[in-house]
Nanobody, 127 residues
Framework: QVQLVESGGGLVQAGGSLRLSCAAS????????AGWFRQAPGKEREFVAA????????YYADSVKGRFTISRDSAKNTVYLQMNSLKAEDTAVYYC????????????????????WGQGTQVTVAS
């Protein structure tokens, strides 16, 4: 069972930046595709970004494309989400997730495809 722990959330002014981290408890995480989702108050959880197992392929929601960057460091068993040019509408709880398919060359964008989830980290962007 892989446990995921997000960190790096907080309060930031519009236009600012944050970097979220997702650290995994098991080494096998480095072989799994991963993704970030978010959920704002009163809204459904939505896809933000995804990455394949080796970081060679990434995909973004249109709302964050050009502003957010997903990456991973296999040696640290960690996935990151660099968020720049933050907007008030980016305010949400951000969740890290992983798909338990080893060495999958693709990425995944649907929440129901993910097997492991973190507890979430709050990001608040003040306008």
């Amino acid at each position: 069972q892989v446990q995921l722990v997000e960190s790096g959330g907080g309060l930031v002014q519009a236009g600012g930046s944050l970097r979220l981290s997702c650290a995994a408890s098991e080494r096998t995480f480095s072989y799994y595709p991963a993704g970030w989702f978010r959920q704002a108050p009163g809204k459904e959880r939505e896809f933000v970004a995804a990455i394949n197992w080796n970081g060679g392929r990434t995909y973004y929601a249109d709302s964050v494309k050009g502003r957010f960057t997903i990456s991973r460091d296999s040696a640290k068993n960690t996935v990151y989400l660099q968020m720049n040019s933050l907007k008030a509408e980016d305010t949400a709880v951000y969740y890290c997730a992983a798909v338990s398919i080893r060495s999958s060359g693709t990425y995944y964008t649907e929440a129901n495809e993910y097997d492991y989830w973190g507890q979430g980290t709050q990001v608040t962007v003040a306008s």
